[in-house]
């Protein structure tokens, strides 16, 4: 079978990718589609250290072709988006209701996959870059038939982490002031995650002035090249600021826009060592900095209710989908990706 491979030097397109049948409590699911994440584009240039030969991909839907033993929640022919968290849903953190922070979910890759006989990674316990992959049965969402599998791919991870930042960390609040540094498809989703949470003033901040039109489309109410002009549209300063790049000074400039018992939401990806700084002096005002992992999501109750937005017009998929590829054109999808001529371009199969 086809899929996108890499191998600590390059990246290919290969049709001898093979995987295993699903063992208890795991699904095999036939990706119709996959939005290309800057996540798996940091795998490749090292800011996100992973161990290789890997299959990329982890934003993606599809339909369920076979269940393992145990399984009850899909069948055969259902039609399902995939989360990237293979939690255990017995541990502490789990019972909480904090599935992101299960210990088991994090740092312990599989290898599901072989070519040539040799074993192949499995990236973010997903790889969407397969005609097909195997997961845990948690992993796997039923979603209703009429949403488009290119759109309902990118609920998995953009909109889980842009929207789920908004609702479940950061709980902005009706007219809060929100502040969005990065207009790509976790910034887009942060957008459209503010206006659902009902904000009044949402700025958008990013230095393509061409993404202006599609910042407003998702709920943007004002649009700006830089973090400059913040302070005229918000002289008090900003109930909360998300930086979506990944870059330690666009960090430190959402921690200077934050007024009074303020917050900073990390969900750019700089490199592991990155350092930030900031003034502490300003901290004492009830601000705060958030780490935030993955939306701080439940995935098994967020997907479905995000698929519900979406058949109800409230949250927006089908405008996310800047173009379509098919997977052996995935070096026109990285390159546009990386020059951010896309909001998110969507592999097929």
Do not use: W
């Not at 079978?1 to 699903?22: A, N, T």
Request: proline share 6%; with cysteine.
């Amino acid at each position: 079978m086809r899929g996108v491979v890499f191998d600590g030097k390059q990246i290919q397109v290969v049709d001898d990718l093979e995987v295993r049948e699903p063992g208890p409590g795991e699904v095999l699911v036939a990706i119709s589609a996959a939005g290309l994440c800057h996540s798996d584009l940091s795998v490749v240039d090292g800011t996100i250290p992973f161990p290789v030969p890997v299959v990329l991909g982890h934003e993606g839907a599809g339909v369920v072709e076979v269940v393992g033993v145990g399984v009850t929640h899909v069948s055969p022919g259902d039609h399902v988006a995939l989360s990237t968290l293979a939690n255990c849903g017995t541990c502490a953190e789990c019972d909480r209701g904090r599935p992101t922070m299960c210990r088991q979910a994090i740092g312990r890759p599989g290898q599901p996959f072989t070519r040539g006989g040799q074993p192949v990674y499995q990236f973010a316990s997903n790889s969407a870059f397969a005609e097909r992959t195997v997961v845990k049965a948690v992993q796997v969402v039923r979603i209703p038939k009429d949403i488009p599998l290119p759109s309902a791919a990118l609920i998995g991870c953009g909109v889980l982490t842009g929207v789920g930042a908004v609702l479940n960390r950061a709980r902005v609040d009706h007219g809060d002031s929100v502040v969005v540094i990065g207009t790509g498809g976790i910034g887009l989703n942060v957008i459209q995650g503010a206006r659902i949470a009902g904000a009044s003033t949402i700025v958008a901040v990013d230095a393509n002035p061409g993404k202006e039109g599609v910042a407003r489309q998702f709920g943007a109410t004002h649009f700006l090249p830089s973090t400059e002009g913040v302070r005229e549209i918000l002289p008090s300063g900003a109930d909360h600021a998300f930086e979506c790049v990944g870059r330690v000074e666009l960090i430190r400039q959402a921690v200077d826009l934050l007024d009074r018992h303020g917050q900073a939401v990390l969900l750019g990806v700089p490199p592991a060592t990155a350092e930030a700084s900031f003034l502490v002096s300003s901290m004492y005002l009830d601000k705060s900095i958030l780490g935030c992992r993955y939306g701080s999501s439940r995935p098994q109750r967020d997907i479905a209710l995000y698929a519900q937005m979406y058949r109800e017009g409230r949250l927006l998929l089908d405008e996310l989908v800047t173009e379509t590829y098919p997977v052996e054109d995935f070096e026109k999808a990285a390159g546009d990706a990386e020059a951010g001529r896309v909001a998110r371009g969507v592999l097929t199969f």
